[in-house]
């Protein structure tokens, strides 16, 4: 069965430094990797996704994710943080490319300081 | 990108009584929807399959027949809470599989029963 591990429920950066949430998977075949952003209360925002090919993926709002199969990690990275960042993200990982019907993590929390 | 709405974004109902959830894809033909439950400050955990047209897939441990599922046409699915309880508020969102391997998540759906 697939899952999702997201390690760090809580991190907390200052505005304007750079970001790293971690994700690592299980999943016997290829992965097909997401990221989604949520704010409280509202629905989901896809961020970026990996299917193939170049394993740095650029999404939106200055994110982006690598995929390494070494590691089983899909980690997100923002170089510098806006404060409008603060929100609870979500990886998740998809059986093919039916993205509909994914295992998400636990999610993390984002806090940005002034 | 598919506009998924859900209604009503948020609603109290007594306990026993039944509640009905509605995810409408406003300008794409869904023949599958998808049903989550997330409870505060946990992930999304799949509930089931809605499939247009037959009966909906659910997952391991979601009670079927209290959590009705019917997807009459293409843009729209319901859940219905039957008989709910207060262990069943939670915050329920339905999302559409895109064409281009992307889901698109409605904004949710608060329950809460008293």
């Known amino acids: 069965a697939q899952s999702v591990t997201q390690p760090d429920i809580h991190i907390t950066v200052s505005e304007g430094a750079s970001l790293e949430l971690r994700c690592n998977y299980s999943?016997?075949?290829?992965?097909?990797l997401f990221w989604y952003v949520q704010s409280p209360g509202q629905g989901l925002q896809l961020l970026l996704k990996y299917f193939s090919g170049d394993t740095l993926v650029q999404g939106i709002k200055g994110f982006e994710a690598e995929f390494k199969r070494s590691q089983s990690s899909f980690n997100l990275r923002k170089p510098s943080v806006h404060w409008s960042d603060a929100a609870e993200y979500f990886c998740a990982v998809a059986h093919n490319t039916n993205a509909g019907k994914s295992t998400f993590g636990d999610g993390t929390t984002l806090t940005v300081k002034p | 990108g598919a506009v998924v709405s859900q209604h009503p974004s948020w609603v109290i109902c007594k306990s026993g009584t039944s509640v009905k959830i509605e995810c409408r894809s406003l300008?794409?033909?869904?023949?599958?929807m998808f049903w989550y439950r997330q409870f505060p400050k946990q992930s999304l955990m799949l509930m089931a399959t809605?499939?247009?047209?037959?009966?909906?897939?659910?997952e391991q441990g979601v009670e079927k027949d209290k959590f009705l599922i019917n997807h009459a046409s293409l843009t729209l699915s319901t859940l219905t809470v039957t008989s709910a309880h207060p262990e069943d508020s939670s915050f329920y969102i339905c999302?559409?599989?895109?064409?281009?391997?992307?889901?698109?998540f409605g904004q949710g759906t608060r329950l809460t029963v008293v």
């Open positions: 809605s499939n247009e047209g037959s009966k909906a897939t659910y």
């Open positions: 999943y016997g075949a290829t992965p097909y």
């Open positions: 999302s559409v599989q895109g064409e281009d391997t992307e889901a698109f």
């Open positions: 300008d794409f033909q869904a023949t599958t």
